[in-house]
């Protein structure tokens, strides 16, 4: 069974584009987290979905950021306009409710280079 | 001016020697921990949880300790092997089963391996 699968891998654009990444969760899966990593602030959780619908997105960083799950197999994180201080690895996990396990999967990152 | 970046702790061990990895959780509300592996370039990679009704939960080669007491978590890891360089995550969640889905990630520890 495939893992998470995030896109692109890296991601390199300038200051003031638009920058989509997307994210296919597990097959089954119920749950979607958006997290960010960087040097100073460690992995923090962006916002997260329950079956297509978001739940908390109070980790979001400003109405710059906007994330969407048109389906249970898709997710996009967008950020309009970019920013040097976007710069990170952003990573895309999920989750299923059922099945006795609270684990979250993730996938490889996307890292996103603001110039 | 120069930006500064979470310092990671840093343990060291031989090859074949058991690796002991601590972390202090800070929400005594918490009830459900977990640990992930983090190679360089990868995603966070699970690799054991514990609920808080446990004090302890074995794996293959892993052990985690939970004292609830001092709000404190271990990961043990039998017979350190060079595949076991990472860093290692402990995370915290309250309220998983049924809906809840924060998990809380602390700053990490880097596992090095020496042959």
């Known amino acids: 069974d495939a893992g998470v699968i995030q896109s692109p891998r890296h991601e390199v654009t300038e200051m003031g584009q638009e920058v989509t990444l997307r994210c296919k969760p597990i097959?089954?899966?119920?749950?979607l987290f958006w997290y960010r990593q960087t040097m100073m602030r460690g992995l923090e959780l962006l916002i997260y979905?329950?079956?297509?619908?978001?739940?908390?997105d109070s980790g979001m960083p400003e109405d710059r950021f906007s994330a969407k799950m048109p389906n249970a197999s898709f997710s996009t994180l967008k950020i309009q306009p970019s920013e040097p201080r976007d710069s990170a690895v952003y990573f895309c996990?999920?989750?299923?409710?059922?099945?006795?396990?609270?684990?979250?999967?993730f996938g490889p990152g996307t890292r996103l280079t603001v110039l | 001016g120069e930006s500064v970046g979470l310092h990671l702790p840093t343990l060291s061990v031989q090859e074949g020697d058991n690796s002991i990895i601590n972390c202090a959780y800070s929400?005594?509300?918490?009830?459900?921990f977990i640990w992930y592996k983090q190679e360089s370039g990868k995603g966070p990679q699970f690799i054991i949880d514990?609920?808080?009704?446990?004090d302890k939960r074995q794996g293959q080669r892993v052990t985690v300790l939970l004292n609830k007491t001092v709000k404190h978590l271990s990961l043990q890891i039998a017979a350190t092997q060079p595949g076991d360089s990472a860093v290692y995550f402990c995370?915290?969640?309250?309220?998983?089963?049924?809906?809840?889905?924060?998990?809380?990630f602390g700053t990490g520890t880097q596992l090095k391996v020496e042959l």
């Open positions: 514990i609920r808080s009704n446990m």
């Open positions: 995370a915290e969640g309250r309220g998983l089963t049924g809906g809840g889905n924060k998990l809380t």
């Open positions: 097959s089954g899966h119920d749950y």
């Open positions: 929400n005594s509300a918490s009830d459900y």
């Open positions: 996990a999920s989750r299923r409710l059922a099945g006795g396990t609270d684990t979250q999967y």
């Open positions: 979905f329950n079956n297509n619908v978001p739940i908390d």
